[in-house]
């Protein structure tokens, strides 16, 4: 599933949750971004200098879970988990449903929490789209990306540097229209609007267990 999690599909669908995860928490969880840390981090500082310490904790605990995620991960990556990454998008499934039946706002400091975990989880293992840096839940540096893919184009004239430009401003431009899908879904279904994602994660896994069992296929055939 390796190479699958690398391809356009994946990755764009991937960024379209990443861009409807902020704006969800952010209509309907407290008006807090699960997966920008940077805003989150600027949040903080601002509370802080204002003396509003008791809003502090809705950004600090988004923030501790984020950087847990990315231990956990990383540690996870380092002894070399099988179906590492089919496991962690069942997990994702499973939170996303259980968080669409929790309505009660007294729980959104936690549910916060959680998805900065599962989120930054989820950007330290799926990082590339082919051999380029990207990231799913972020978008600043894929926007430098995309300005040094350009560039490339404009110094090489190549016809292949501004189909790879486009592609990857494509994959960017995800994130905004997984954000604007929130904003009509979360209208409509309020907190069960997330189960929208996993009904995504769903159709991910099954295309990615098919192109692994297609190349398990052939790899056996040659064999034979």
Partial sequence: MKNYTKGYLFMSMLTFIGGFLDVYTFITRGGVFANTQTTNLARLGYNIATQQFADCIQFILPIISCI?????STILMKKGKDELHKNLLILEILIL????????????LVINSVLSFITSFQLNLFRKY???????????????????LIGNFILSKKKSERILSMKYASLVFMFVVG?????????????KSIWFCGVILIILI???????????DKEYSIQV
């Avoid at 449903?97 to 959104?108: A, R």
């Fill in 206 to 216: 099954v295309i990615g267990t098919y192109v692994d069992y297609k190349q398990d």
């Fill in 68 to 72: 847990i995620g990315g231990i956990v």
């Fill in 130 to 148: 082919g051999s380029l840096a990207h990231n799913t839940t972020i978008s600043t540096g894929n926007l430098r990306q995309v300005g040094e």
């Fill in 179 to 191: 954000a604007a899908m929130s904003v009509f879904l979360t209208a409509i279904f309020s907190e």
């Fill in 97 to 108: 449903v259980s968080i669409g039946f929790i309505t009660n706002q007294e729980y959104d």
